[in-house]
């Protein structure tokens, strides 16, 4: 089973080809509809979209890198498959291009969540992190900060019963 590999929306453009048209296709049952679309047309249309991924083999070998769609897509016909550079395509799928420093990016931040947290070596997270939508990050982020958040109000209500408990204690005929 081929894993599916997501990159941010700067590294998407990063891998178009030059020039100021770009090749482009949906899949329609067994048909392929192609058409060039403009560079910034290309552009707009990545910075719409929820997913951005990379290809498998096939279409990868005939130029197509990248697909793009939302997270709402029900049919492969609603993907959109786009050309690519392969050299900066293989750079991406390396990390070897400057995009690719988790550094940099948000998922240093959520890295460290994990490890204090977890109280584990998020190291093995880091570089599969960098696949991850940045969308995909933020939801696992605000799910573990909210689960924190619950066990410490529950600690606070612990805390609660055992004030008023040693109150009680401290004063057996009540408090002023």
């Known amino acids: 089973m081929n894993e599916k590999k997501f990159i941010t929306k700067e590294q998407a453009v990063y891998i178009l080809p030059d020039g ?31 997913i951005l991924e990379l290809t498998g083999e096939i279409a990868k070998g005939m130029g197509h890198g990248l697909v793009a769609y939302d997270k709402d897509t029900e049919r492969q016909s609603q993907i959109l498959f786009i050309e690519t550079n392969a050299e900066r395509l293989e750079e991406v799928e390396n990390g070897r291009n400057k995009e690719m420093n988790c550094k940099k990016c948000i998922h240093d931040p959520i890295c460290q969540l994990w490890r204090d947290q977890e109280k584990q070596d998020a190291s093995c997270y ?8 940045v969308k995909e990050v933020l939801n696992w982020a605000k799910v573990s900060l909210e689960n924190r958040k619950k066990e410490l109000l529950k600690e606070k209500e612990e805390l609660k019963r055992e004030k008023k408990k040693l109150r009680k204690e401290e004063h057996p005929w009540g408090t002023r």
Do not use: P
């Open 20 to 50: 100021n048209l770009i090749h482009t296709f949906y899949q329609l049952g067994s048909s392929l509809v192609g058409a060039d679309w403009s560079r910034e047309e290309i552009i707009e249309k990545i910075q719409k979209s929820d």
């Open 126 to 133: 880091v570089e599969e992190a960098c696949f991850m939508g």
